[in-house]
């Protein structure tokens, strides 16, 4: 009987390959199993699997596998603009959680290791950084945190560990480690870890360039022992393992500064009868950072290590005056329809003129504070107005006009239409 199948060669059960066809047969009694079968059985149990276990045992993670635009029109319902940095952003994130998730056994690369992409997302103040960073986490549902840079220091040294960062988002997961080891992290202010000067000192540099060697480990990959209340970590502590080569770092900064040094290598210097006829390029201005290269982030203080983590870079615009008026009126978190809220809550109609929108996004452009400064404006313009609104009783419509935003007259006080 052997014999026999000696002759024959060894077929799979299952599919009908010969031993010689496949890496490796699995025997059983008078039963041969392949390899290929193996792993397309594993999927067919595993997806069973995850279909009959409670809601309450395992993250959500059928919104993780929207695609790319998918994942841009729900940012679109947020964040005004931006539309590059979106779309970088929603292609790295789906990578990274096709990469994380993915349960397809594809034969012919079962060898080959797909490595983490991080982001890095550089852009003027108030342009929507964070708010990307946090809006991509509520599309996801999955665990979100927020770490400050400069908050960080080198281990030893008065401040937060590095491990802090990993300690927050724990916290945001509920202390479920596998959910948080699917997280996304943002770390804000990056920039403001640059290397403080090229010249050797005599002094360590805690705060700049100890902080990114300390990041390095944690961005690329690897089990940290984190203290799940957070602070420092002392001999006698009991510390959480995290393994982070699944967590997605988002690093953003507004990188004062970056731009000169994008426009010094990008402007040609000539001399003579030429240098009339040459372009004027402007070095303040924010589209210069559409250029930008790893090089550029190397002179402003970022060390090499640290620029090879980050292989995603987006770069934000600036906001003109339509982009303010339009975050004051269209997406879904709009300061006016905040405000409407506010107002019909005590029975009233908040009107804005179309005037008044626009007075109002001039003020918030001259601030140079971008969306932020659309906040300021506004609290000052309805403050005479959600003062003066409770001394009436007969007020139905409050209406605010550009006198009101330019002169900061009164606003204009309708009453109310009495039932029929």
């Given at each position: ?18 031993a010689h066809e496949v890496s490796s047969m699995v025997a059983g009694p008078d039963v041969y199993i392949c390899d290929r079968c193996i792993h397309d059985a594993a999927g067919i149990v595993r997806n069973d699997l995850q279909a009959y276990a409670g809601d309450e045992d395992r993250p959500r993670k ?32 789906y990578n990274h959680y096709k990469r994380v998730e993915s349960s397809d056994f594809v034969y012919d690369y079962a060898d080959v290791e797909i490595e983490k992409s991080n982001i890095l997302l550089i852009g003027p103040t108030g342009t929507g950084k964070t708010l990307l960073a946090r809006t991509l ?284």
């Open positions: 009987m052997s014999d026999h199948k000696k002759d024959d060669g060894i077929h799979c059960s299952f599919c009908g390959r010969t059928h919104e993780r596998h929207l695609p790319p635009h998918k994942i841009k029109e729900a940012l679109d319902q947020y964040v005004v603009g931006q539309d590059a940095a979106k779309k970088a952003l929603s292609v790295a994130v986490a509520r599309v996801l549902d999955v665990p979100f945190s927020i770490s400050d840079a400069t908050a960080l220091t080198e281990a030893g040294y008065v401040g937060e560990d590095v491990e802090s960062i990993l300690s927050h988002l724990l916290q945001a997961a509920d202390f479920n480690v596998e959910q948080a080891e699917h997280g996304i992290i943002y770390i804000d202010e990056i920039d403001k870890v640059a290397r403080k000067a090229d010249n050797a000192s005599i002094t360590r540099d805690v705060s700049g360039e100890g902080v990114q060697q300390a990041l390095l480990k944690i961005l690329e990959g690897t089990t940290a022992g984190v203290p799940p209340k957070g602070g420092r970590k002392h001999p006698e502590q009991s510390l959480v393992n995290i393994d982070t080569r699944n967590i997605l770092f988002i690093c953003g900064g507004a990188f004062q500064g970056l731009s000169d040094i994008v426009a010094r290598r990008v402007s040609r210097g000539t001399m003579g009868f030429l240098a009339d006829h040459e372009p004027k390029i402007n070095r303040r201005d924010a589209a210069m950072l559409r250029y930008v290269e790893p090089d550029d982030l190397l002179k402003f203080g970022l060390i090499p290590e640290m620029v090879g983590r980050l292989p995603v870079i987006a770069t934000l615009d600036s906001l003109d005056d339509q982009a303010l008026k339009t975050i004051l009126t269209e997406p879904r978190n709009a300061l006016v329809k905040e405000y409407q809220k506010l107002h019909a809550l005590d029975g009233v109609k908040l009107q804005l003129d179309k005037d008044a929108l626009d007075a109002i996004a001039e003020r918030a452009r001259a601030r140079g504070t971008g969306a932020r400064g659309l906040r300021a404006v506004m609290e000052e313009v309805m403050l005479d107005a959600m003062f003066e609104l409770h001394k009436r009783s007969d007020v139905g419509v409050c209406r605010i006009t550009a006198r009101v935003v330019r002169e900061k007259v009164q606003p204009i006080f309708e009453a109310r239409k009495a039932s029929a």
